[in-house]
């Protein structure tokens, strides 16, 4: 049977030639100061890109208080600007298309990451439980973060909008909205994070308020065509998870329906705890066959896909593309790998976050290890 993993497809107004994802993937490996983008993190996006393959980017601060981890870069300013257009020249260079991830994090933050060592802001003035993931790489417990007044909340949709614009600038195809494990977004949509009584809290009509207004305010930047959303309804990464997601997301999917949005991307919960640990939750439901007949457009699947569990997905009609993970950040030609039934390479979790070369650019490709032999 010809495979549909290997089959074209339209995505926005640009066409893949496969439907092999590069998931977005934290690193921590962005120059300091500044949480600037380097050539290292050029060389290892160029590695992974494929003639027509997406690579949506690791998740990427709007804002510096939108940092929660060291060494994440940004999208706030022209230094990063300029790191950034060195990564998307080198994607563009082997016809690949790459997306942004517009990332706030919201409570799973610490003060010493914020402007001023002010607390993290958030929908309400509820801590995680965990750890946070200070500025000099320790490990302490999440403070209790700053509920944002109502009048802060157009700053914050501008500030979306600002480093939407400064994507494009950066030579980005488009962008993705964060609104999935735990970090600002999803602390808003969901009732345990978010005990706001103004107009984006309460209901379940008022807390998806703040992602459809940022996904139109992004949107306005880069045509909704060019705009990706991101997910993670059984999730709970981050101290998240909603008591009954069914409705709230339901409701969710079908706002972000009307914008004319590219894609919508489901992080499942068998990769919950983030990339944290090894999880493989067996009996969850699968919000991509869930939800797929509320989505017209493109709908991308993530989480513990394997070779064979990808191809059956997309098969099935419940996604019309996979994003990898851990398997792309040990095979830097996987597309290629999957197609030809090779061997993949094992990862190697504790060079996932934070260092430099070692465990990043360092993994063979197919060729490389065949000439080797
Ligand atoms: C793993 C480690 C750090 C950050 C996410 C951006 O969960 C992340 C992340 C994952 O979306």
Do not use: C
């Given at each position: 049977?010809?495979?549909?993993?290997?089959?074209?497809?339209?995505?926005?107004?640009?066409?893949?030639?496969?439907?092999?994802?590069?998931?977005?993937?934290?690193?921590?490996?962005?120059?300091?100061?500044?949480?600037?983008?380097?050539?290292?993190?050029?060389?290892?996006?160029?590695?992974?890109?494929?003639?027509?393959?997406?690579?949506?980017?690791?998740?990427?601060?709007i804002s510096?208080s939108?940092?929660?981890?060291?060494?994440?870069?940004?999208?706030?300013?022209?230094?990063?600007?300029?790191?950034?257009?060195?990564?998307?020249?080198?994607?563009?260079?082997?016809?690949?298309?790459?997306?942004?991830?517009?990332?706030h994090?919201?409570?799973?933050?610490?003060?010493?990451?914020?402007?001023?060592?002010?607390?993290?802001i958030?929908?309400?003035?509820?801590?995680?439980?965990?750890?946070?993931?200070?500025?000099?790489?320790?490990?302490?417990?999440?403070?209790?973060?700053?509920?944002l007044e109502t009048g802060e909340i157009p700053s914050l949709i501008e500030s979306y909008r600002h480093?939407?614009?400064?994507?494009?600038?950066?030579?980005?195809?488009?962008?993705?909205?964060?609104?999935?494990?735990?970090?600002?977004?999803?602390?808003?949509?969901?009732?345990?994070?978010?005990?706001?009584?103004?107009?984006?809290?309460?209901?379940?009509?008022?807390?998806?308020?703040?992602?459809?207004e940022?996904?139109?305010a992004?949107?306005?930047?880069?045509?909704?065509?060019?705009?990706?959303?991101?997910?993670?309804?059984?999730?709970?990464?981050?101290?998240?998870?909603?008591?009954?997601?069914?409705?709230?997301?339901?409701?969710?999917?079908?706002?972000?329906?009307?914008?004319?949005?590219?894609?919508?991307?489901?992080?499942?919960?068998?990769?919950?705890?983030?990339?944290?640990?090894?999880?493989?939750?067996?009996?969850?439901?699968?919000?991509?066959?869930?939800?797929?007949?509320?989505?017209?457009?493109?709908?991308?699947?993530?989480?513990?896909?394997?070779?064979?569990?990808?191809?059956?997905?997309?098969?099935?009609?419940?996604?019309?593309?996979?994003?990898?993970?851990?398997?792309?950040?040990?095979?830097?030609?996987?597309?290629?790998?999957?197609?030809?039934?090779?061997?993949?390479?094992?990862?190697?979790?504790?060079?996932?976050?934070?260092?430099?070369?070692?465990?990043?650019?360092?993994?063979?490709?197919?060729?490389?290890?065949?000439?080797?032999?």
């Amino acid at each position: 049977m010809p495979s549909k993993l290997f089959s074209p497809l339209q995505f926005g107004p640009y066409q893949l030639t496969h439907r092999v994802v590069m998931a977005p993937l934290t690193r921590m490996r962005a120059a300091q100061p500044g949480n600037v983008p380097h050539a290292l993190n050029a060389e290892y996006y160029g590695q992974r890109a494929s003639k027509g393959g997406l690579i949506i980017s690791e998740g990427s601060q709007i804002s510096p208080s939108g940092q929660g981890m060291p060494a994440t870069p940004g999208i706030h300013s022209p230094e990063q600007i300029a790191g950034w257009k060195a990564i998307t020249d080198a994607v563009h260079a082997k016809g690949g298309i790459i997306f942004l991830q517009l990332w706030h994090v919201g409570r799973i933050s610490h003060s010493s990451h914020q402007p001023a060592s002010a607390l993290p802001i958030a929908p309400s003035a509820i801590a995680a439980a965990g750890d946070a993931f200070t500025a000099s790489f320790e490990r302490v417990p999440f403070e209790t973060p700053r509920a944002l007044e109502t009048g802060e909340i157009p700053s914050l949709i501008e500030s979306y909008r600002h480093a939407a614009a400064n994507a494009k600038l950066a030579g980005f195809d488009g962008v993705e909205i964060h609104g999935a494990n735990g970090y600002l977004l999803e602390q808003f949509l969901q009732s345990r994070s978010n005990q706001r009584t103004d107009r984006y809290g309460g209901s379940i009509e008022n807390r998806t308020r703040l992602l459809i207004e940022v996904a139109q305010a992004v949107s306005e930047v880069w045509g909704a065509d060019r705009v990706g959303v991101r997910l993670s309804p059984f999730g709970v990464a981050n101290d998240s998870g909603e008591e009954d997601p069914l409705p709230l997301y339901t409701h969710a999917i079908k706002e972000l329906a009307k914008l004319g949005l590219a894609y919508l991307h489901f992080i499942e919960p068998r990769a919950s705890g983030a990339g944290q640990a090894e999880v493989d939750h067996k009996d969850v439901p699968s919000a991509a066959e869930l939800f797929r007949p509320l989505w017209p457009n493109v709908l991308i699947a993530a989480g513990n896909f394997k070779p064979d569990t990808a191809e059956g997905a997309v098969a099935s009609g419940n996604a019309d593309a996979i994003g990898f993970g851990r398997l792309f950040i040990a095979n830097p030609d996987l597309p290629k790998r999957l197609k030809k039934g090779a061997e993949l390479n094992p990862y190697y979790r504790p060079t996932f976050y934070g260092g430099g070369a070692e465990g990043y650019i360092d993994y063979p490709t197919l060729d490389a290890r065949e000439a080797a032999e």
